[in-house]
């Protein structure tokens, strides 16, 4: 769904976005359970780099039209033999967002951010620990004044958000060359901070009338380790491992009033109790078996895997909630086939299991979302889902086609209902609601695409997306899923040069179009960004 927290990353600073479409709970554990999104940065593996010491760099800067936004962008690699450095930054300004015929300005749309990151590689090439290799990182990130104006308009209402984050890893890959055996460590360390007022205004849309300002600092620890064996010579290959995540979460809310001083005062009410913990941890298994293999490219592949998964939070009491502590945990499974034939086509059916635990926010938060004001439950249970694929490929010399449908089966999904919180149904004009298990869920469906090569460097391409989504209550009775994309697809045309002094250039045309989405929630309805 909709997020800010993914504009934490800096998509100048990345060499490429990996995404794995479906549930990926058996290789990466809980919230993985409609798919895996690995951002990537940029190293040394960047480029291709010749013997001896190179460098390579990119500097670029762009300006938009519709939010009259800046942006400046740099960064330098290095290689030096088996030594590789990789660094460099961003800089955003962009100003209030301006929309066509009647819209104008929308104000308090701007905001700023600044992004940096380096990493530093080595690799041993002989020796006892030949093939080794070992690699240290930091990514930087620091957004200030990012505003939320969904509630602005008709309540009066303004977030304003502020995010640091600091995250820095380092990775070890071992290869166990007389065991057959590959294994990658990675250790890491995170650090969040967020700023988050929430301004009432007079009509005017001016004058602030009052302001409360939560923050909330998370300190995270991880550690992951996989394994890959090869039991069989090109037959048969085994993967495990394990990883452990630890979350220690600070809080604490001000208030003011008075907006001719800088004074906040502390309400002693915290949006997560101020030393809350939550801890991620499972092990896994997958096995690959490749009973077809042949010379002439057919390639017949059968996969299963396992895991077990858990999860603890504990939050301490305070003035107006009782401590909790709460565990989880499951057992996910995977099992699929796969055809391959040479490069040209591919076909597979894979049947997944999904499990998300609910998170800190769902269960134990107490304060405003933007949206609503949320009400703790440690009551609430873990999501689970069954997820059947199948897929397909072919890629001729001028055709490339694909196709891809699904149909999860999920259970315990997390809903929100109204509740009351000290006898009240609204806080500052907002519902008072809580998140609980509200039994099951249908959701199914498939896109396409096709890319036809015709000549002297034409292409045409296009892409089409369908999804469906039902939710059965308790009661039996049926609601649309709430955030379902409507129908949408685009279709273009594009042209590439062909390499000129080391220099490619390329034109391409292309539109996009979406049908009415008629089927919406009732959580659907109340947002306001939405538009009917």
Request: aromatic share 14%; charged share 25%; net charge negative.
């Amino acid at each position: 769904g909709p997020t800010q927290y993914l504009n934490l990353i800096d998509s100048f600073s990345l060499d490429r976005l990996e995404v794995l479409f479906g549930p990926g709970s058996v290789l990466y554990g809980s919230d993985a359970l409609a798919g895996v999104i690995q951002a990537i940065p940029i190293s040394k593996d960047s480029y291709t780099f010749e013997n001896g010491a190179s460098v390579h760099g990119n500097f670029l800067s762009r300006y938009e039209t519709a939010d009259r936004g800046l942006t400046g962008h740099g960064h330098v690699v290095i290689n030096y033999k088996n030594i590789g450095f990789a660094g460099g930054g961003s800089k955003k300004k962009f100003g209030d967002l301006r929309g066509g015929e009647d819209v104008g300005r929308q104000i308090y749309t701007g905001y700023e951010q600044d992004n940096a990151f380096s990493n530093f590689s080595y690799k041993i090439k002989d020796g006892l620990f030949k093939n080794w290799s070992f690699k240290v990182a930091y990514l930087y990130t620091n957004i200030d004044d990012a505003g939320r104006t969904d509630k602005l308009y008709d309540k009066q209402k303004l977030q304003l958000y502020d995010n640091i984050d600091h995250s820095a890893y380092g990775k070890i890959h071992m290869d166990f060359k007389k065991m057959k055996t590959t294994a990658d460590l990675t250790l890491s360390y995170q650090y969040f901070f967020e700023y988050k007022e929430n301004i009432s205004m007079e009509e005017n849309l001016k004058v602030k009338t009052n302001s409360t300002r939560d923050e909330t600092r998370v300190n995270t620890y991880g550690g992951d380790i996989q394994f890959s064996t090869e039991v069989h010579k090109k037959f048969v290959n085994v993967l495990y491992g394990g990883m452990w995540y630890h979350d220690r979460v600070g809080s604490r809310q001000y208030k003011k009033n008075d907006f001719y001083n800088d004074d906040w005062d502390e309400t002693g009410i915290t949006a997560y109790p101020d030393e809350s913990t939550y801890d991620n941890y499972g092990i896994f298994t997958m096995i690959e078996l490749y009973p077809v293999k042949q010379k002439n490219g057919h390639i017949v592949e059968f996969n299963a895997g396992y895991r077990y998964h858990g999860m603890k939070a504990e939050t301490p009491s305070t003035d107006t909630l009782p401590d909790t502590s709460f565990t989880d945990s499951g057992h996910i499974f995977l099992a699929g086939i796969q055809y391959i034939y040479k490069k040209m086509a591919t076909t597979a059916f894979t049947f997944s299991q999904g499990f998300r635990s609910p998170n800190l926010q769902e269960s134990a938060m107490l304060g405003d979302t933007g949206k609503f004001f949320h009400v703790p439950n440690d009551d609430l249970k873990p999501e689970k889902s069954n997820t059947f694929e199948l897929l397909g490929r072919l890629q001729l010399k001028r055709i490339h086609l694909g196709f891809a449908g699904y149909l999860s089966l999920i259970d315990d999904i997390i809903i929100r209902e109204a509740t009351t919180y000290n006898n009240q149904t609204e806080i500052d004009g907002k519902e008072v609601q809580k998140n609980v298990n509200g039994g099951e869920a249908t959701i199914y469906g498939f896109e396409s695409a096709v890319k036809v090569n015709i000549l002297y460097g034409f292409s045409m391409f296009g892409n089409i997306t369908y999804t469906w989504g039902e939710e059965k209550e308790d009661d039996g009775e049926k609601d649309p899923v709430s955030r379902i994309p409507p129908l949408y697809g685009l279709g273009g045309i594009r042209w590439d040069s062909k390499e000129y002094l080391k220099l490619k250039s390329f034109l391409e045309f292309y539109i996009k179009g979406a049908t009415e989405q008629d089927r919406l929630s009732e959580e659907d309805k109340k947002d306001v960004r939405i538009p009917e």
